[in-house]
């Protein structure tokens, strides 16, 4: 009888486990900032009546992750974790994990292993199921207060710009004639009616957009990959920074997104929202794999705008090549500015309109 009883449970359970049993992993954010906490929800649900007096959840995320409970947990090139779960029937359970992403990134959590045994503890039944859910880690924001001089010199030349580079064919409105108006804005049909002169007024040709062109070029080997993160994190910084003061920012860059094979690229805009998509296209920056140079990164941008902009050049190759582009940019009535990075002790005295941060 003994043998019966263990045999037809063995075989009803191997049966009828997995019935009813639905298993569910999701990261309770779509991006978060590397370094803020997110949560990892796991959800069990057996909607049948026979209980699962044990049910193991094993899964595998980024070794990069950080998390509160590490009690069930290995770390190797991943970190591997299981969870252990008494699931009675008709029941289900929620059970958060706190975690830390250490580094920027896409992560995803694909897939998962469950385990369960039977009610004698002498059966082991496992099933790997599909899962969907994944997580933008965005770069560190740093303090950026050092460039506020650079962002005066940068607005200020915006402005100026505005006032000369007007379009002739975009009329905005008129006024009346000061001493320093050009006669040639004279509105004479509109001086006759009116009985005084007014000068016309047009929209100004060059736009307001600050263009942060991103170049993850670095010849130091030995520190190639904290220079890169280095500029990826001043990149969202710079950008961060600009947009809280309403300045519209774009990005273009030399590094591809690990989904698409595309230039990293963002276009312009001043939203509150448009930071999370500039952090998203750095969040999938490849730093290994690498297209052109800053002058094939500003040729592309021409391809994106019509009008002239102001940009600002992240980059941690100083080199003879750089200051001929910044004065053929230059030349060509371009605003160019730019941020340098380079190893503690190293910075030299800057060209105009450059600054260095030290790694």
Request: proline share 3%; hydrophobic share 35%.
């Amino acid at each position: 009888m003994a043998v019966l009883v263990l045999y037809g449970e063995k075989r009803y359970f191997r049966e009828h486990w997995n019935k009813g049993l639905s298993v569910s992993l999701r990261f309770c954010r779509r991006g978060v900032n590397a370094g803020e906490r997110c949560l990892l929800e796991e959800t069990i649900c057996n909607e049948k009546r026979m209980p699962l007096p044990s049910l193991q959840v094993k899964f595998k995320t980024s070794a990069s992750f950080m998390f509160e409970q590490d009690g069930n947990a290995s770390v190797t090139d991943y970190y591997y974790r299981t969870d252990l779960f008494a699931a009675g029937g008709r029941r289900r359970i929620t059970r958060t994990l706190e975690f830390i992403p250490s580094s920027r990134g896409f992560y995803e959590l694909d897939s998962f292993d469950i385990l369960a045994r039977d009610f004698l503890y002498t059966t082991t039944c496992s099933e790997r199921r599909d899962n969907n859910t994944c997580l933008y880690v965005y770069p560190y924001k740093r303090d950026v207060s050092r460039f506020d001089i650079l962002y005066r010199r940068m607005q200020g030349e915006q402005l100026a710009r505005r006032t000369l580079e007007e379009d002739p064919f975009a009329f905005r409105s008129m006024r009346e004639y000061r001493p320093t108006d050009s006669m040639r804005r004279i509105n004479w049909k509109s001086t006759a009616k009116s009985g005084k002169l007014l000068v016309n007024m047009y929209e100004s040709s060059y736009d307001q957009e600050i263009c942060i062109l991103l170049d993850g070029s670095c010849r130091n080997e030995g520190h190639k990959r904290e220079m890169q993160e280095m500029a990826i994190s001043l990149a969202s910084s710079v950008a961060a920074d600009l947009l809280q003061r309403g300045v519209p920012v774009s990005l273009h860059s030399n590094m591809t997104d690990i989904l698409t094979g595309e230039l990293v690229y963002c276009p312009a805009g001043n939203t509150g929202q448009h930071l999370n998509l500039v952090d998203r296209q750095l969040a999938l920056a490849d730093t290994e794999s690498l297209h052109g140079s800053v002058e094939a990164i500003w040729k592309e941008t021409k391809e994106h705008g019509k009008s002239r902009r102001c940009y600002l050049i992240i980059t941690s190759e100083e080199t003879e090549a750089l200051y001929r582009l910044v004065e053929e940019m230059r030349a060509e009535k371009e605003a160019v500015y730019g941020i340098i990075l380079c190893r503690e002790g190293e910075a030299g005295q800057p060209q105009d309109g450059f600054m260095y941060w030290e790694v």
